[in-house]
């Protein structure tokens, strides 16, 4: 329901119908309800507004049809339904948008609100007259705040006969007088323009006795001299202005609301060009360049000059701050003061001055750091984030090199340079000379270089923002020498630091007040307790640290002491939160770990092998295949002495994965046959299992090497489930499995529940129970997206995609393996790529889409790795490809495509994979007897039956109807029995 009380009561349905609400009484009492709906309205007032002081009898029933509350009663609508109270919505939305200089909005909210109104306010209530005349009284304003809009917006004589209609009815608006002058002027009729002036004078004369406001008399006295209303210029820009529309929309809300705002932030992020772009919105604006000036009290000079104040006739002792307030007292104008970062308290103070006596002045300031007076509003000017520097890159790229279309290494470039506007600017300069890659080279292998790159800057610029060494020494001159020496040393840390960290290894008891003044300088930035410097900033800083090695050796021998620290943490109910600090703390982690592989060997090997777990869970261990590798080319053959776990896990870390590193692989099995335990990390025996292979021979070692751990021994329990597994021994896998699961619930650990959780919901939904198999996988996933481990999530997704694709819900199976791809994808794992994507072909086939799972299958064998976990993704793939050879219609291609996964399979763990080809193979037999025996054989190799695959489902349900029972039963056990031998037959 629509409701309009600025004019006759009109009732509307949404759809517009209009409703008839009755007669007068029934108007008058709707209306009085709706000036405040949704809210209770006492009977009293009701009464009083309908009938006066004298209400008839029977008053009080005639209310029994509106919704009665506790209160009183009242109309259960939503205000903004209501005319009169989406108007002051509406206008009040159009003042904000014109006081923070968006005059285009302004106007055409002004204009949403005014024509609301359909004709005088409340009519349908003659005893409401307060309440009319307040409503009338918002329209005015409404009305004139709409023309103040127009007139910004370049309004002129069209606006005249509305303002003298206005003025007609309210002759002493001064306010009217003055827009009348500024159209008919601005229309080009400057001597009405002055007449005006003078009615106005005789008006307020005649009637009040008073002469007209310094403001009117400014605005005419300006008339008199020939000019119109002055706007000091702001710079003209010679480029397009690119991004930072967040930040625009904040300046525009922060001037709305306080007369103070400061934009602070690195040098070279833009605060100048964006302080500039965020004036042109405002009817006035006065642009003041203060890095020139050395000498605080030259400030209202600068101000008054820029405001074209002339000295005149007065004499050069006259004080210059009392010109200053004297020119600008009477003013509307927002002050845009640059660069008062090395002259900040004196600026502070001159802001202060301003804003106190000057009422309509509005300071826009830009700085490395606050001006920490009361009342100011701060807005950080952070670097571009990656999609606006990209399009900066580019509109300056072009400018040198016309129809650039991009490169690959341009979003490099841009985080190479910390998203800095004016590096990326100098960058793409460069670009007249130099190809996107040179460029990019240059960056990437030579960072300390970048200020000699980045030397030719445009040459109408001030000097300090020619360079990027310029920028960046601008603001190292305002540093003192204690927060110099602070930041030389903070340039050891990648990636930020705590407090904690700094005051550790920088050697500065108590930083937190340096480091905030840093802070406040636009040279560090502190989010979440963390304190970051842009890397532009680092290499500036790092030229000037006097002892790199030694400072090197005190950051390293912190993030050890971390690292050892987290590491029994990890493997428990806390390891959440430990996780979380080690993931923050990652790249100076690794640039400890690098120095360390360059400075103490023996320290490195410490420091690896708690990490080795940390990048395990996370999946960023590929990441350190090459520190790896060069550390063990450095230690030698052999362990140092008390590093034989260290040493084990530095080389499964160098492993690649392509299974060519035999020689390494048996070094680190003579190693851990040597050692006698028990394990300090004990995560080395599933790391060492996955890169090297099952070993059941090891067994009694590997219990050995478990010693007493309830951690270590679960995970040999899940070690012995996947064994059974793979051996067709389902039940015993599931009580393997099972008491590993009660073990790490013991521990809190949640990769080991999780890991347990997804072999037994497999177990369960090929047993037929479904519902169970997803309750259990849901449990595990839970676990598994707290950890933020990619590879185990993405393993449960795509077991749990599998049941639901094996239960007819395809289009969430589909949402599951592409997730479970963009995570292996991400995590650089080709064997968990490949294998939801061989669940999405397996998907578009049991659809019916045989063209996009042949590709699916295809990229899948692409993926698979040369390892010993990668057989089964390989097998299962080529299956997926026989059977969509068989559903196009080609059966000889599609026996071909099984026997290859036949014989692959063989030499798969186990017999799983070759149950899967006997399968496969079964859909594509010669005879229903030679397919019951296949069935049986895969029956056999899995030690149960499969109950819910589509694709078995459907050949066993074949086979049945082409034999008789006794005839099935008897081929099936058959094949049961010789398991594999029943699939190598010919």
């Known amino acids: 329901m629509r409701f309009g009380i600025l004019g006759p009561l009109d009732v509307r349905t949404d759809d517009g119908i209009p409703l008839d609400p009755g007669g007068p009484r029934p108007r008058a009492l709707l209306t009085l309800l709706l000036l405040d709906a949704g809210r209770p309205v006492p009977t009293q007032r009701l009464t009083d507004g309908l009938y006066g002081t004298e209400p008839p009898a029977g008053a009080a029933n005639a209310l029994q049809e509106i919704e009665a509350t506790a209160t009183g009663y009242r109309v259960a609508v939503a205000p903004d339904t209501v005319d009169a109270h989406q108007f002051e919505a509406w206008s009040a939305a159009g003042r904000a948008a014109l006081a923070a200089g968006d005059h285009g909005r302004a106007a055409a909210r002004l204009r949403e609100a005014l024509a609301l109104w359909r004709g005088p306010a409340l009519p349908d209530l003659p005893d409401a007259q307060a309440e009319a005349a307040r409503l009338e009284v918002l329209r005015l304003a409404a009305v004139q705040d709409r023309i103040e809009a127009d007139l910004a917006l370049g309004g002129g004589s069209e606006l005249v006969p509305e303002l003298r209609a206005l003025l007609a009815a309210r002759p002493l608006s001064e306010r009217l007088y003055g827009q009348l002058m500024r159209a008919l002027h601005a229309g080009g009729r400057p001597a009405e323009a002055l007449t005006v002036y003078e009615e106005a004078r005789r008006t307020l004369a005649d009637q009040l006795g008073a002469d007209p406001s310094p403001e009117l008399s400014a605005l005419h006295l300006e008339l008199l001299r020939g000019t119109a209303p002055e706007r000091p210029r702001l710079p003209v820009q010679l480029t397009r202005f690119v991004g930072r529309e967040p930040e625009l929309a ?204 980045l030397s030719r800057g445009d040459r109408s610029k001030a000097p300090r923002h020619r360079t990027l060494r310029a920028v960046v020494e601008w603001s190292w001159d305002l540093l003192d020498e204690e927060e110099r020496e602070l930041a030389r040393r903070l340039t050891v840390f990648s990636g930020g630091a705590t407090a904690a960290a700094v005051e550790a290894v920088c050697g500065l008891p108590y930083p937190e007040d340096v480091l905030a003044s840093l802070v406040e300088k636009s040279f560090l930035e502190v989010s979440e307790g963390r304190y970051r410097m842009l890397e532009t900033i680092r290499v500036f800083a790092a030229e000037s640290l006097p002892d790199p090695e030694a400072l090197g050796d005190a950051h390293a021998g912190y993030f050890l002491r971390l690292a050892e620290e987290a590491e029994p943490r990890l493997r428990g109910g806390g390891q959440l939160p430990w996780l979380e600090r080690l993931a923050a703390e990652q790249a100076n982690l690794d640039t400890a770990l690098r120095h360390l592989v360059r400075r103490d060997t023996g320290r490195a090997l410490r420091l690896m092998g708690p990490l080795s777990w940390f990048w395990r869970l996370r999946g960023v261990h590929g990441d350190r295949v090459a520190t790896a590798r060069e550390l063990l080319a450095a230690v030698g053959d052999a362990p140092p002495p008390g590093l034989a776990e260290e040493y084990v896990l530095c080389a499964v870390n160098a492993l690649s994965g392509a299974g060519d590193e035999p020689e390494l692989i048996a070094r680190v099995d003579a190693v851990l046959y040597a050692y006698r335990g028990p394990l300090r990390l004990p995560y080395i025996l599933v790391l060492w299992a996955v890169a090297a292979g099952p070993r059941p021979a090891t067994d009694a070692h590997a219990l ?23 051996a067709g021994r389902p039940g015993e896998a599931e009580e393997c499995f099972a008491r590993a699961l009660a073990g790490y619930r013991v521990t809190g650990d949640r990769w080991g529940m999780a890991n347990c959780l997804d072999p037994l919901g497999m177990l369960a939904h090929t047993r037929g129970e479904s519902e169970r198999a997803l309750e259990l996988l849901d449990e595990g996933l839970a676990y598994m997206r707290e950890l933020a481990a990619p590879e185990e999530t993405a393993d449960l997704l795509r077991t749990r995609a599998t049941v639901l694709l094996h239960r007819g819900d395809t289009a969430a199976a589909v949402a599951h393996f592409d997730e479970a791809l963009a995570l292996a994808r991400g995590a650089g794992l080709p064997d968990k790529v490949a294998a939801a994507r061989r669940g999405l072909g397996d998907a578009a086939r049991l659809s019916g889409n045989t063209a996009h799972a042949r590709v699916h299958y295809e990229s899948a064998l692409q993926e698979c790795a040369a390892n010993w976990f990668s057989v089964g993704e390989t097998v299962r793939s080529l299956i997926g490809l026989g059977r969509t050879a068989a559903a196009e219609g080609h059966p000889e291609e599609a026996r071909d495509w099984f026997r290859q996964a036949a014989e692959l399979a063989v030499e798969g763990p186990g017999g799983l994979e070759l149950a899967d080809a006997a399968e496969a193979l079964a859909s594509a037999a010669g005879s229903a007897e030679r397919a019951a025996v296949l069935l049986g054989a895969a029956t056999g190799l899995r030690g149960g039956r499969t109950e819910g695959d589509p694709d078995v489902v459907r050949v066993e349900r074949e086979v049945r109807a082409k034999l008789t029972a006794e005839a099935y039963d008897q081929a099936f056990e058959q094949g049961r029995r010789q398991r594999s031998a029943a699939v190598s037959e010919r």
């Open 704 to 726: 050995t090497l478990a010693g007493g751990s309830p951690w270590a021994g679960a995970l040999l329990d899940v070690g012995l489930g996947f064994r059974a597994q793979f």
């Open 250 to 453: 904040r300046i525009a809300a922060g001037l709305a609301e306080s007369r103070l705002l400061t934009l602070t932030g690195p040098g070279g992020a833009g605060k100048t060009r964006l302080a500039i772009e965020a004036a042109q919105h405002r009817p006035a604006a006065c642009f003041v360049e203060l890095a020139p000036l050395t000498d605080g009290s030259r400030i209202p000079y600068a101000v008054l000059a820029a405001l074209g104040v002339r000295e005149g006739l007065r004499s050069p002792a006259a004080d210059t701050t009392d010109r200053l307030l004297a020119a600008l007292e009477e003013r509307e104008l927002l002050l845009v003061l640059d660069n008062c970062e090395h002259l900040v308290e004196e600026a502070a103070r001159v802001c202060a001055l301003l804003l106190a006596a000057c009422p309509g002045v509005r300071v826009l300031a830009t700085s490395r750091e606050s001006l920490g007076i009361t009342g100011e509003i701060l807005v950080p000017v952070p670097p571009l984030p990656p999609e606006p520097a990209l399009r900066l890159f580019l509109d300056r790229a072009r400018a040198v090199r016309p129809g650039f279309d991009g490169h690959a290494r341009v979003a490099g470039i841009c985080t190479a340079l910390d998203g800095l506007p004016l590096a990326i600017e100098l960058a793409a300069a460069r670009l007249r000379t130099l190809t996107p890659d040179e460029l990019a080279d240059r960056l990437d292998d030579r960072l300390d270089d970048r200020f000699r790159l």
